[in-house]
């Protein structure tokens, strides 16, 4: 009887630590796949990004002409 406890004790510290060892990477591989979809997305959005630069540049340069226009400082007429 001694022998069979004890050989069931061994077998639950045995099992016990082979389990608990396992690796479970699954949070380091989840924010690699986050970080390719956010490398993904900059890639994508890279042109419209530049054009909407340049149009908010253009808006500017359109602005200051106006307020030149209407001030009587200089400034290009569209008409």
Excluded at 33 to 52: H, L, Q, R
């Amino acid at each position: 009887m001694k022998k069979l406890i004890l050989s069931l004790a061994l077998v639950v510290a045995f099992s016990t630590t082979f389990v608990s060892c396992r690796d479970t990477n699954k949070k380091a591989d989840d924010v690699e796949d986050v970080a390719d979809d956010v490398e993904d997305t900059m890639d994508d959005t890279e042109g419209d990004i530049e054009e909407a630069v340049e149009e908010t540049g253009d808006a500017i340069e359109e602005g200051v002409d106006e307020v030149q226009e209407n001030t009587g400082t200089g400034g290009t007429d569209d008409m």
